[in-house]
């Protein structure tokens, strides 16, 4: 069975600046995806960024990157120029490839400070 | 097109009641998936679909909890004799399949029982 922690309950970043929220996970299987998922208090679980295991490079989407360090199994999310409409919680997911299931952590409460 | 969309909204019920929830996966979606979030967690899966059939229903508690989709789009969640512990938002995403692992989210139900 995969598992999937968040260490940060919450945390806070002043508007443009960096934060990076971390993500580790333990498992067996050698091909596998993790994302990242923003949830505002909409509930809308929107998709972030993706990285795909076999791949060595970080993933990176406009102002969202990933440091992706395979071995650690650790998948850390940076978000710089933070924003205020950055404000939600933050889950990291794990999926593998023989499976389907996304397995969550439990989330990261990012609060982005005028 | 349109994203995925789930009804109600939101859905109070007395215990001991019978309630039915809704998914309307994206158009062309061949997997669908119920995940369960409960306050303050991450969400946790039910039940998979791949077409018409459940491929994986490990995650759904007990008997009381039921879900399908006849016609391989629209599927229901179906929980009978409902607890206060079933208190919590229900979730349906959907995939397109084949080599994608991502998975787009409703904005799911809150079910609350009293």
């Known amino acids: 069975a995969q598992t999937v922690t968040q260490s940060q309950p919450e945390m806070s970043v002043q508007e443009a600046e960096t934060v990076t929220l971390s993500c580790t996970y333990d498992?067996?299987?050698?091909?596998?995806?993790l994302f990242w998922y923003k949830q505002p208090p909409s509930r809308q679980m929107i998709l972030v960024i993706r990285?795909?295991?076999?791949?060595?490079q970080n993933a990176t989407e406009n102002r969202f990157s990933v440091n992706f360090q395979k071995a650690a199994k650790s998948f850390s999310l940076k978000i710089s120029d933070s924003q205020l409409g950055d404000t939600a919680m933050y889950f990291c997911?794990?999926?593998?490839?023989?499976?389907?299931?996304?397995?969550f952590g439990e989330g990261t409460q990012l609060t982005v400070n005028p | 097109g349109a994203g995925v969309s789930q009804t109600p909204s939101n859905k109070v019920t007395e215990k001991g009641k019978y309630v039915e929830l809704r998914c309307d996966p994206i158009?062309?979606?061949?997997?669908l998936y119920w995940y369960r979030q409960s306050l303050g967690q991450g969400p946790e899966f039910l039940i998979y679909?791949?077409?018409?059939?459940?491929?994986?229903d490990s995650g759904l508690p007990n008997d009381r909890f039921f879900a399908v989709r006849p016609e391989g789009s629209v599927s229901t969640l179906k929980i009978q004799r409902t607890e206060r512990g079933d208190s919590a938002v229900y979730l349906c995403?959907?995939?397109?399949?084949?080599?994608?692992?991502?998975?787009?989210f409703g904005p799911g139900t809150r079910l609350t029982v009293t």
């Open positions: 997911a794990f999926v593998s490839t023989s499976g389907s299931r996304l397995t």
């Open positions: 679909f791949q077409g018409t059939g459940a491929a994986d």
């Open positions: 498992t067996s299987e050698n091909n596998y995806y």
């Open positions: 990285q795909e295991a076999y791949k060595q």
């Open positions: 995403a959907s995939r397109s399949g084949g080599s994608s692992y991502e998975q787009y």
């Open positions: 158009s062309g979606h061949t997997a």
